[in-house]
Structure formats: structure tokens, C-alpha cells
């Protein structure tokens, strides 16, 4: 893990999407974080030695889903299935799959696996997977603050981890999408997927992976957008704990109301005509019930809880 020295900083952009409007200030205390996101070799001993099921490998409760045909409900995951030609980029649907038997184990499909990905992030975690992770290793799940206060890696209001280019000098400092997102990928970064957790450089403070290859879960509930500053300097949020559960649910699915979390960072799928959050303001919300193939996860340690 790496020691993060605590501070105050401008979290947020308002040159972006509205979710990460306003720019306004916070306080963390010191904390360390993990290097990496955690990799499929740590869930894999995470699990031999507890006997964890994640989310994924569960039948869902037909009650929690009211309307779903029988035949639909069954254990799966999201996996990224890029489509042949152009799609509407509105409809998320023509590029997800909810595939029978993916999880952890079978990250694309039943038939694949992960023998050669141990240094990979692990992914197909919904949050209970985090968070049962995380108490077993004696951590937590960083909130939104934390994890964008570490991903700035101490750039102040930088556009990306590293500064205000995307790719200095044209080198590729994170994994993500080259091409026209869903279709093509060009892959000039080097990798297609995912990527080893330490393929690419890391921050100021010396962590890999704050942007791309994955997105990751923070403990925040989700809201449409950021508090706005303090009217007083000596009232900045410390250590804020964002959003409520239950104004997290995500209005236009009044039926089915399942609470959402921050995810940050972006992933190997953001590209430039689609998603740009390959940056520490960016943010996305993701219903707790949700395990993909481009989310996983990091932990962190408190000092003040840890001392």
C-alpha cells in the first residue's frame, strides 16, 4: 500500500459532464492505499480461504425483479460483446451481454477463464464483493473523496493523473479505448481488454491504474452532482461521505429500486467519442446488484482507524 498525506483540495471539474459539477473543496485525512487495483490472484485467495460466492455466481431473487420472465432470471454478468457495425450510442444494450455463467472465474463468457491473468484486476464484482474483500484483508472500500484525492496523485485541478495532456509526447498512460467505441478498437496502447495492473506508469504518489483499465467501486452513495462550496472556509466537508441510499435509485426505473454507488476512474472501454472519464473528476454511477466485465476495485487503510 502507499501512504497518502492528507490535505485539502478542489474536487470535481465544470468542464465535463454535469454528475461532476461543481468544482468545490475538501478535506481527507491521511490514508493508505492499495498500489494496484486488486488482481484475480488476491480474489482467488481471497476465496480459497473464506469460500466466498460473489454476486455473479448467485440465481437472482425473482422477487427483486418484478416483470422479468422466468427464463431471464440466472446467475451472469455483463460482458462486453462489441457489435459489427455502427450502433446508436445511446442504447448501451447493442455492446452488453448479461451472459449466463460469467463471473470472476470466466470473465468473458462460461468457456474462458483466467490462468494467465493472475496480474490482471479482477472484475464481475458487484459491491458486496468489494466490501466482503475488503473486511477480510482488514480494509475498506475508499469513498469518493479518498480515491479522487489519491487519483490526482497531488496535480491540483489537473485534467488527468498525470497533467493537463492525455497522451504526452503521444505515449499512452492508461489503458483505454483508440477507435471508434463500440466497433473499433486500434489497440495502440497495447492491450484490447484488460491490462497487468502495473503495465502502465504510476501517479505522483506512486499508484498504478487510478485511470483506465477498470472502473472502481468507492463506498459513496450516488447523487446527480457534487455539493457546492462552503460559504465559510472553516466549514469544508472532512472526510465527506457522499450521497444518500435512498436518493441514489436511478429515477427512470420507478419498478425496480436498487440503490447505486460511485464507481471512478473510468476503464479499457472509455474513448474519446463516447465516454471520457479517464480522469479523477469523472464519475459514474452503478446499481449495487451490477457486476461487469471492466469493474473491480481497490482498498484502503485509515490511519486514524488504523492507529
Known amino acids: 500500500m502507499v501512504l497518502i498525506p492528507g490535505g485539502t483540495f478542489r474536487m470535481g471539474s465544470d468542464k465535463h ?12 485525512d491521511e490514508f493508505f492505499i492499495d498500489r494496484t487495483p486488486v488482481t484475480n490472484r488476491e480474489f482467488k485467495e481471497f476465496v480459497r480461504a473464506t469460500g ?32 459489427a457495425q455502427t ?28 490462468n494467465v491473468l493472475d496480474n490482471h484486476p479482477v472484475v464481475h464484482v458487484a459491491y458486496s464483493d468489494a466490501l466482503a474483500f475488503a473486511r477480510w484483508a482488514g480494509k475498506d472500500i475508499p469513498t469518493e473523496a479518498e480515491w479522487e484525492f489519491a ?10 493523473a498525470w497533467g ?16 471508434e467505441f463500440p466497433k473499433q478498437n486500434l489497440c495502440t496502447d497495447g492491450f484490447e481488454r484488460t491490462s497487468p495492473v502495473t503495465a502502465f506508469p504510476p ?6 491504474d487510478m485511470i483506465g483499465n477498470v472502473w472502481e467501486w468507492t463506498s459513496d452513495w450516488y447523487s446527480q452532482k457534487h455539493e457546492a462550496d462552503a460559504p465559510k472556509a472553516c466549514c469544508i466537508p472532512h472526510n465527506p461521505r457522499g450521497g444518500s441510499e ?34 479523477p473528476a469523472a464519475r459514474h454511477a452503478e446499481p ?18 488504523a492507529s
Not at 496535480?155 to 488527468?160: P, R, S, V
Not at 495532456?165 to 483505454?176: I, V
Not at 449495487?288 to 482507524?305: A, E, L, P, Q, Y
Request: glycine share 8%.
Open 164 to 179: 493537463e495532456e492525455f497522451t504526452p509526447g503521444g505515449q499512452h498512460l492508461a489503458n483505454t479505448w483508440q477507435g
Open 17 to 28: 459532464y454535469p454528475e461532476e459539477a461543481p468544482v468545490h473543496s475538501v478535506k481527507v
Open 87 to 114: 450502433v446508436d450510442l445511446r442504447d448501451w444494450s447493442r455492446w452488453w451481454q448479461f451472459m449466463n455463467g460469467a463471473d470472476w472465474r470466466h470473465p468473458y463468457g462460461p468457456k474462458s477463464n483466467i
Open 246 to 279: 435512498a436518493a441514489s435509485h436511478d429515477s427512470r426505473q420507478p419498478n425496480i429500486r436498487i440503490p447505486r454507488k460511485v464507481l471512478k476512474g473510468g476503464s479499457h472501454l472509455c474513448a474519446p467519442n463516447y465516454c471520457r472519464r479517464y480522469r
Open 52 to 83: 466466498h460466492v460473489t454476486f455473479a455466481e448467485i440465481p437472482p431473487d425473482p422477487n427483486d425483479y418484478p416483470g422479468a420472465l422466468p427464463h431471464m432470471i440466472y446467475a451472469g454478468s455483463l460482458v462486453f460483446s462489441p457489435p
Open 203 to 208: 501517479n505522483g504518489y506512486g499508484i498504478h
Open 288 to 305: 449495487i446488484d451490477t457486476s461487469t466485465s471492466h469493474v473491480g476495485f481497490r482498498c484502503i487503510i485509515r490511519k486514524r482507524s
Open 151 to 160: 487519483a490526482r496523485g497531488g496535480l491540483a485541478e489537473a485534467e488527468y
